[in-house]
């Protein structure tokens, strides 16, 4: 079955439906038990989708459940209540003091911070690596490496990773690896068919898709599920029946939003490609993009995000550029309808290993809006944005 056929099925058993198309929004903490026998019942198969105490989910969170865990092919999905709580707890769970972690250089801005600012507190080391390593990362095992965090395309510059020859080398050495597949999203890329051990996803970007909903999720193969459960029960990760029930409405039309986004994408980008004041553009369907070959070999689709580069540019007419866009809004997040820009001036803050010299990376999520209105006001931006800098 096709993962676009998949994503309209999965989830919908009757009792999580009680016969219409949708799963009912199961609102609870407490369930109750009629007898003794019941309760005993219940308990012995709380793991398994049986409703036994809110925090372990409810009909409408299993319904949710059993879709993204079909979608990226694992054993079982934890809910979390936002994409960065799913990543902290992955990394949490499988680590102890004294672990080392290697952690792609690349990656998004707050999965740094947690290593430098809390998993330091806990005895883990964290070293960086660059995101074009391949097999030679088996130069950075130490003895102690316990797992490789991977996030592919990286955040902002998009370079690719050869996720075939790094989860080869980890293999080796029962190296636990986990890659933040938001971008992949499950539909163009399914880490675990890599011989990944966990895929995370803020679902907050593309399985939600209308930026009203902070979502997490985590899949696990067979190994390494019932731990990663337990711990995020242990650690009292849940989110409401609401949020489920929205993130599920979103994954249903996933694929064909995500066709939009791809193809209105690549009619920006390759406008942009052309344009006198920008250097290169950074998407993976590119063969400029680091990491492209990777691309090309293991992915299924591109989707609404990609950066580029300007050949000049100055703090005013940046400024202008962007205050002069009437459909580009400024804001964090990405894989809602709408589209969105993103200014990284201070890139060499956010490389440890392999530096930054290129200027500002600006980043697009092209959203459901037509293309050529997107393109004209890029194109009026850009005309305010030169002349800002010929005045300076
Ligand atoms: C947005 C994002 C996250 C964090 O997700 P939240 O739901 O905002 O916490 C993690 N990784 C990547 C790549 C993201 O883009």
Same mark, same amino acid.
């Given at each position: 079955m096709k993962k676009q056929t998949q994503i309209v099925a999965s989830g919908r058993k009757k009792q999580y439906t009680h016969g219409v198309v949708n799963p009912v929004v199961q609102r609870a903490s407490t369930v109750v038990f009629e007898t003794m026998d019941e309760l005993q019942a219940a308990a012995k198969e709380r793991h398994n989708r049986t409703l036994f105490y809110g925090r372990r989910g409810t009909t409408t969170h299993f319904a949710l459940q059993d879709a993204v865990a079909e979608l990226e092919g694992g054993a079982g999905c934890a809910l979390?209540?936002?994409?960065?709580?799913?990543? @902290? #707890? /992955?990394? $949490?769970?499988?680590? !102890?003091?004294? =672990?080392? $972690?290697?952690m792609v250089d690349s990656v998004y801005e707050p999965t740094r911070d947690l290593?430098? !600012?809390? *998993?330091?507190?806990?005895g883990i080391e964290t070293t960086y690596y660059d995101p074009l390593i391949g097999a030679e990362i088996?130069?950075?095992?130490? =003895?102690?490496?316990?797992?490789?965090?991977l996030e592919s395309p990286g955040s902002i510059t998009m370079e690719v990773q050869d996720v075939p020859a790094i989860v080869s080398a980890a293999s080796k050495r029962n190296i636990l690896t986990v890659l933040d597949n938001t971008y992949g999203n499950g539909l163009h890329f399914r880490p675990l068919e890599f011989g990944i051990d966990i895929s995370v996803q803020a679902a907050t970007k593309y399985i939600v898709g209308h930026s009203d909903v902070m979502m997490g999720v985590a899949v696990a193969n067979e190994k390494y599920w019932p731990t990663l459960r337990e711990h995020a029960y242990l650690l009292g990760q849940c989110t409401s029946a609401d949020d489920a029930y929205l993130a599920l409405r979103g994954l249903r039309t996933m694929s064909v939003r995500l066709d939009q986004h791809e193809r209105s994408a690549l009619k920006v980008a390759n406008w942009l490609k052309a344009h006198p004041l920008v250097d290169h553009v950074r998407h993976p369907t590119f063969e400029t993009c680091p990491g492209h070959e990777h691309f090309k070999r293991d992915f299924d689709g591109s989707n609404g995000l990609f950066s580029f580069? +300007? /050949?000049q540019s100055t703090p005013e007419a940046l400024k202008v550029l962007v205050e002069s866009l009437h459909h580009f809004k400024m804001g964090f997040s990405w894989g809602g309808y709408e589209s969105l820009i993103t200014?990284?001036?201070n890139m060499p803050a956010l490389r440890s290993k392999t530096g930054w010299s290129k200027g500002t990376v600006i980043r697009l999520h092209i959203g459901l809006e037509d293309? =050529? =209105? *997107?393109?004209?006001? +890029?194109? #009026?931006? $850009? @005309? !305010?944005f030169e002349e800002v800098l010929q005045r300076s």
């Open positions: 979390f209540p936002c994409g960065a709580a799913a990543i @902290a #707890q /992955t990394l $949490l769970c499988f680590l !102890k003091a004294g =672990d080392h $972690l290697l290593c430098e !600012k809390i *998993l330091t507190r806990y088996e130069k950075e095992f130490k =003895d102690n490496t316990r797992m490789i965090f580069v +300007l /050949t200014v990284n001036a293309s =050529d =209105d *997107l393109i004209n006001d +890029l194109e #009026q931006g $850009l @005309a !305010k």
